[in-house]
């Protein structure tokens, strides 16, 4: 990997990791700390790596600089207690003692823990999301705000309130008993879901697929699926629904990194491993009462691995499609939708139950148009084609959207 790709890759990777460890050693009332640590952990990795070149074990060299780092602050704290102000001494006599532990299983035993502990009921969805985003995920402010359609300035204070809030009700970074993971869970995987997506359809940087984003939101879903107490069905299926996607990597992009739209994609390059994979997990799920939307979604995604364009392939789409919006209504389900109404019913219904969503601040919607129209009216394919291109925030999909432009 190029030099000037490790570090931030490795921040996407590790900052969470370095984080949960910290975290769990410090307590959730001290988070700032651990988010001071680990970032200057990474300044640290800048600053070294630029002048004596980059060390053999990246990883191993950030755990152990973010490991001294932490002693020193102890013994600084010690000291600051010790000789300047002992009424302000640390309560717990272990604090400077614990081990700093960053073995694999500590690591994942944190991250999980985390999770959960962020999913705190105190405090409310929206902020737990964006926190986990934040902390778990690496997230920076504006993809959370691209996330919930906020401003940065609000998903600052929304984070700021939720650490407060964290603090007051000193929350331990345990894994709870069975009913309050019952109550946590849903935002855990739909913070594990946001983000895969963002991987997986990126709007806050140029480029069309993040897989560091979607592996890692497969890791933390397996680590639900490894643990008795979080291995449920829903998890499996919102595994089973990333397997399916993740499986098509390799077909979504062309040698020069643009995508690669899926009637367009060459089948053969579609991973059969993580289908197979994905086929296990959604079996595992399927001993249930109530269907999830995870289900619905992984139902789908498992019928866009058949490689067959068949009538039969979209009806069943289409109605699965049908049970998701009635469950929960999204955008990018209702224009999912409408595409595999065109397939399954014709190009003429699918423009008119189009026209009905009138998502006007949407350039996928503009997109589906144009490529409805384009076998009716060309004209009309070409405005909607340019009304896309006018709304699309990053390169790759405008890029994608000329292309549909030029071939008319």
């Known amino acids: 990997m190029e030099d000037n790709k490790l570090i931030p890759n490795l921040f996407r990777t590790e900052y969470r990791k370095i984080i949960s460890v910290l975290c769990k050693h410090f307590g959730l009332q001290q988070i700032e700390i651990a988010e001071d640590i680990a970032g200057e952990t990474f300044l640290t990795a800048a600053e070294v790596w630029g002048t004596k070149g980059t060390p053999n074990n990246p990883t191993a060299w950030l755990y152990t600089v973010a490991k001294n780092k932490t002693i020193n602050y102890l013994k600084r704290k010690s000291n600051f207690q010790d000789n300047i102000a002992p009424e302000l001494r640390y309560t717990n006599q272990n604090f400077s003692k614990a081990k700093i532990d960053f073995s694999p ?23 737990q999301i964006g926190l986990s985003l934040r902390i778990l995920c690496g997230f ?18 929304r984070l700021y309130r939720a650490k407060k809030t964290l603090r007051e009700e000193q929350v331990d970074i345990i894994l709870p008993n069975a009913s309050e993971i019952d109550e946590r869970l849903e935002t855990v995987l739909l913070t594990i879901y946001l ?20 592996l890692e939101a497969m890791r933390l879903c397996n680590m639900l699926v490894e643990n008795k107490l979080t291995n449920r069905p829903r998890v499996n299926a919102l595994l089973s629904l990333m397997c399916f996607h993740a499986s098509r990597f390799e077909a979504r992009m062309d040698n020069n990194g643009e995508l690669i739209l899926y009637e367009d994609q060459d089948p053969t390059l579609w991973n059969a491993d993580l289908i197979r994979k994905g086929e296990y997990f959604l079996d595992c799920a399927a001993n249930v009462d109530t269907v999830s939307t995870y289900h619905l979604e992984a139902a789908i995604a498992w019928w866009h691995t058949r490689k067959a364009d068949t009538k039969e392939k979209w009806e069943n789409i289409l109605q699965l499609y049908n049970r998701l919006l009635q469950m929960e209504y999204s955008p990018v389900a209702a224009l999912n939708r409408t595409y595999a ?6 190009i003429r219904e699918a423009i008119a139950e189009a026209q009905k969503l009138q998502l006007g601040d949407n350039h996928f919607y503009f997109s589906l148009l144009g490529e409805l129209y384009t076998e009716v009216d060309k004209n009309k394919a070409k405005q909607h084609f340019q009304r896309a291109f006018s709304l699309a925030k990053t390169e790759p999909q405008r890029h994608l959207i000329q292309k549909k432009i030029d071939s008319l």
Request: proline share 3%; glycine share 6%.
């Open 105 to 127: 299983q500590n690591i994942n035993d944190s991250q999980l823990q985390m999770m959960f502990a962020i999913c705190h009921p105190a405090i409310p969805t929206k902020a």
């Open 140 to 157: 920076g402010i504006q993809e959370i705000a691209d996330a919930f359609l906020a401003r940065k300035g609000t998903i600052k204070k």
């Open 195 to 214: 983000l895969f997506n963002e991987g997986y359809h990126s709007v806050s940087q140029d480029t069309t697929l993040r897989k560091d984003l979607c």
């Open 341 to 346: 109404l065109s397939k399954a019913r014709g």
